[in-house]
């Protein structure tokens, strides 16, 4: 059997994405992650219930349905979008007790776009009409499903009712296993109200012989029905006609290019138009017992709509109800607005968006006159420095810190080499300034009258120094920071004998590598002692004569970092700079989700080297802390329960690992699309008069094993939380 269609209800319903959908106020709801609690703004805050979105809302909003059973009996009464993006799994179960939805006389203009609607049977008695879908409005209802709706004994149209001079267009939608007790087991339009049928599929809805069966569609009391390019099969009665008696005395029936079992006429109907394009052979559904009302290959539907609508691929449409031809643009991504705060700084723009989920990126950096930027935090004092590597999720401010540039007065120039690291501090005075005096962390380091000059400073702590030129009529601060850099306290040199004028020493300083070395001193002037201030300096002789070199040796230095040592010679002082060695890191940066976990970081030396490991922070631990030789250091990084990210340090001698930890979070994943589709894909259909187009799926292969029947492809379109 050579298929060309197939469709199984109950499985899925096709929506379609509004283009204008974030044009006015959009308003969400889950019925698995949703809380009425929540403001429904967001995705991630949506409303739990379709009834509070549609309370919340306000004319001319949208209300965007995440899949799941809705069991609720709705009753809109403003005009606005009911839209669910998930095919398939987004059902409103009337559960029997009520109208799945009631469309008030206020709503006019509404779009109801791809719901389930079922079990609808209305309960009221001043009310019996329309089990899924009770329509007083103008509205347009497209790609629904309207199944096993209505009840035994007091429902008036099963799946949908249209009244109080409505005018509703009801596009590629299908009707089946539908029940009303009288008039129109699929649909009743009535009170002068005009309901226009288009590519919509009708088949297995019933009614009872209640002055006259319609169990297909049904129309009395002024009401006027439009039928074109649909298929209207296998319902009780009659497939199309007015209700008996005088009640249909004044309707108006219209049909074409549409398949209608036993052919169209007036059936009660006081004007009906045939107006050509129909037909009454057998659609030749797939599997009607299994509801798969897609056709065979040789079904005299396909191709058989109106001439003035083209499918994808440039051929006529097809009849009934194609979910594959419905328009979907590319899924909506979500987008938020990180407004950036200058401060009192010039930047290249004060907006920049990102897709929900991503990483903040390299963000513009500021100006400003006479500061130095730090970087974009969250607050506008103080607050957590943001890192490209972060995650960015709702709309958000970030705020640019300053820090102010040391004046000419002062000036902190880096680190120089020599003897040690040393800071080399310049200053300049301003005009008419009085001599300057140089404290460092509250000690006076230096003082000078002169205009301008340098001090070559050894710190002697790690961490924080702070730095005050005071001029007597006024002082500048500023601080450096050798957290990062390798300074171990250097004693000052305390030679143990006094000082011999008449020795001479070459040279004074000399720098060793790390691996050691053995050197000597040039002594002249005469005789000479000689002594060591550190053990891991070894003296060949204590004393010496006249012209005779002092000899040395230095050991290896197991230690990250360099090392300061003196050999003292009659008083004078030579001395020692060992290197120290730096080890290799695997990775400079880690990444940690909320539910904590461990990973893994590797130090390479050449040889042995001693090293500590040290966390800045306590949800971050270290085994081993300390070690002699290259080796792998297992990081282990505690849970957080916290909405934002943390970040901590781990110290490797000179080499520091960051660590970023995210917190708590939902996440909406990307959208892909279920869909069946057949040789050109089904795509969106495409109208002449209205200028789009959609593009078509990836063909359909043929099987191997049966040349003429057609293997499908299948995409599903998901919303995953966390």
């Known amino acids: 059997m050579n298929i060309k269609k197939a469709l199984v209800v109950g499985i899925f319903a096709v929506a379609a994405m509004p283009l204008s959908v974030f044009a006015s106020t959009t308003w969400f709801v889950n019925a698995q992650h949703g809380s009425n609690g929540f403001s429904g703004l967001s995705s991630f805050a949506p409303k739990r219930t379709i009834q509070a979105a549609i309370n919340a809302a306000s004319v001319g909003d949208y209300v965007i349905i995440s899949g799941g059973t809705y069991n609720e009996n709705l009753t809109l009464s403003k005009r606005l979008t009911l839209f669910s993006h998930e095919s398939a799994v987004t059902v409103v179960d009337g559960r029997h007790a009520g109208h799945c939805l009631l469309i008030t006389e206020n709503a006019a203009g509404s779009v109801i776009d791809g719901i389930v ?41 099963g799946g949908l009712h249209t009244a109080n001079r409505a005018h509703v267009t009801i596009e590629n939608c299908l009707f089946t296993g539908n029940y009303a007790w009288a008039c129109g087991g699929a649909s009743l339009t009535e009170g002068g109200s005009v309901a226009t ?36 099969w296998g319902n009780t009665g009659n497939q199309i006609a007015a209700y008996g008696s005088y009640y249909g005395a004044q309707s108006t029936i219209r049909v074409s290019y549409s398949c209608v079992q036993g052919g169209v006429a007036a059936n009660g109907a006081r004007h009906f138009y045939n107006d050509g394009g129909n037909i009454s052979s057998d659609p030749l559904f797939i599997n009607i017992a299994r509801r798969n009302f897609w056709f065979r290959d040789n079904s005299p539907c396909w191709r058989k709509g109106h001439p003035d609508f083209y499918e994808c691929d440039g051929y006529r449409i097809h009849m009934g109800f194609w979910p594959s031809r419905v328009r979907i643009p590319p899924p909506p991504v979500w987008q938020v607005e990180i407004t950036l705060d200058a ?64 004046p000419p007065l002062l000036e902190v120039v880096g680190m120089t080499s020599g003897i040690t690291s040393l800071v080399q501090l310049n200053y300049r005075l301003e005009d008419g300034a009085s001599d300057g005096k140089l404290y460092v962390n509250g000690e006076l380091l230096a003082s000078t009258e002169e205009e301008s000059s340098s001090w070559m400073w050894q710190p002697q702590n790690r961490g924080k120094n702070t730095l005050v030129y005071d001029t007597g009529s006024s002082s500048i601060t500023t601080t450096v920071d050798v957290a990062g850099l390798s300074f171990y306290t250097v004693p000052a040199p305390n030679p143990p004998m006094p000082l011999d004028d008449n020795i001479f020493i070459t040279p004074e300083v000399r720098t060793i590598p790390e691996g050691g070395a053995g050197k000597a001193i040039i002594v002249q002037g ?57 080890g290799e890191l695997s990775t ?48 282990t990084f505690a849970p957080y329960n916290e909405v934002g990210t943390r970040t901590g340090t781990i110290t490797f001698g000179d080499r520091t690992v960051t660590v970023f930890q995210y917190g708590r979070r939902i996440k909406l994943s990307d959208y892909s699309l279920e869909r069946d589709y057949l040789r050109c894909g089904a795509a969106a259909l495409c109208r002449r008069a209205t200028g789009w187009r959609s593009c078509c799926a990836p063909s359909a292969a043929r099987s191997a094993s049966s040349p003429t029947s057609m293997r499908f492809q299948s995409f599903r379109c998901v919303t995953r939380w966390r």
């Open 343 to 406: 401060q009192g700084g010039d930047c290249s723009t004060d907006l920049v968006k990102r897709n929900i989920n991503d990483k903040v990126g390299t963000l513009p950096e500021p100006q400003r006159d006479g500061y130095d930027f730090l970087g974009w935090f969250d607050n506008a004092e103080g607050g957590r420095r943001i890192f490209p590597v972060e995650r960015v999720r709702s709309n958000c401010t970030f705020y640019a810190h300053w820090k102010q540039r040391i």
């Open 117 to 157: 609607f079922t079990h609808g049977a209305p309960t009221n008695a001043g009310n019996k009409y329309g089990g899924g879908i009770d329509c007083l409005a103008n509205a347009t209802i497209r790609h629904c499903v309207f199944k096993d709706n209505g009840n035994s004994s007091t429902t008036f149209a």
């Open 588 to 635: 400079e940066n880690i990444e940690v989700e909320y539910e904590g976990g461990s990973e893994s970081v590797s130090l390479a030396f050449d040889g042995r080297y001693a090293w500590d490991a040290r966390p800045n922070v306590d949800w971050i631990t270290v085994s081993p802390t300390h070690g002699v030789a290259s080796g792998t250091i297992d990081c």
């Open 197 to 232: 049928f288009d590519r919509c599929t009708v088949y297995g809805n019933r009614s009872d012989d209640f002055i006259g069966n319609q169990g297909g569609i049904a129309v009395a009391n002024t009401g006027t029905v439009i039928v074109k390019n649909s298929i209207l």
């Open 526 to 582: 005469g005789a000479w002692t000689a002594a060591t201030s550190a053990p891991w300096i070894v003296l060949g002789a204590t004393s010496g004569t006249a012209d005779e070199p002092v000899a040395y040796s230095v050991s290896v230095n197991t230690n990250i970092g360099e090392r300061v040592g003196y050999v003292y010679v009659s008083g004078h002082v030579h001395t020692i700079t060992q290197k120290g060695r730096t």
